[in-house]
């Protein structure tokens, strides 16, 4: 099975991460925080996906934290 992945813009995502293993602990999970970029609340979509996309390109999924 493959985990899910928890991408993260910079604040508060470990805690709401926590608290989605409390309540599904069967599952594996892969963490990314994309704090250099932080906060994305005040980008546009297309700056944001492009991030994302960044990321994923990057191999950034193969270096997260896993539960």
């Not at 099975?1 to 910079?10: A, R």
């Not at 995502?13 to 963490?31: A, N, R, S």
């Not at 191999?59 to 997260?64: A, E, F, T």
Request: proline share 4%; aromatic share 14%; glycine share 10%.
């Amino acid at each position: 099975m493959q985990p899910i992945g928890i991408f993260d813009s910079g604040y508060g995502g470990l805690t709401v991460m926590k608290e989605i293993v409390k309540k599904l602990p069967q599952y594996d999970y892969m963490y990314l925080g994309d704090n250099a970029r932080a906060p994305y609340g005040n980008r546009s979509f297309e700056t944001v996906y492009t991030a994302i996309h960044c990321n994923v390109l990057n191999g950034s999924l193969n270096r997260v934290a896993r539960w």
